[in-house]
């Protein structure tokens, strides 16, 4: 069983820079694949990121590409968004995630079959 534990986040004006972590435990080991969503109050839960080690590859949603980074530590056993550039409509509680493969649709919600809690990101304009 996967267990993903977030941290990080808080909050920032516009323009600014905020990291939020997870780190992974359990049985998916370092070749999954790993992806951050977020969901802000009355909508829809969407990726932001996610990335493929088996594969050398990430992914990002067209809204934060350029802004975003996400990385992944196997030694740390942590996967990592680096977040530049925030714009208020980046507000989410941000989620990570995990799924045995990234298949063709790695930044789809339902991919993925293991959760953690999230955190809150807050940007200000």
């Known amino acids: 069983q996967v267990q993903l534990v977030e941290s990080g986040g808080g909050s920032v004006q516009a323009g600014g820079s905020l990291k939020v972590s997870c780190v992974v435990s359990g049985i998916i080991g370092s070749m999954g694949c790993m992806g951050w969503f977020r969901q802000a109050p009355g909508k829809e839960r969407e990726g932001v990121a996610a990335?493929?080690?088996?594969?050398?590859?990430?992914y990002y949603a067209a809204s934060v590409k350029g802004r975003f980074t996400i990385s992944q530590d196997n030694a740390k056993n942590t996967v990592d968004l680096r977040m530049n550039m925030l714009k208020p409509e980046d507000t989410a509680k941000y989620y990570c995630?995990?799924?045995?493969?990234?298949?063709?649709?790695?930044?789809?919600?339902?991919?993925?079959?293991?959760w953690g809690q999230g955190t809150q990101v807050t940007v200000s304009s």
């Open positions: 995630a995990a799924a045995r493969v990234c298949g063709n649709s790695p930044l789809r919600p339902d991919n993925y079959n293991s």
């Open positions: 990335i493929w080690p088996y594969a050398a590859s990430t």
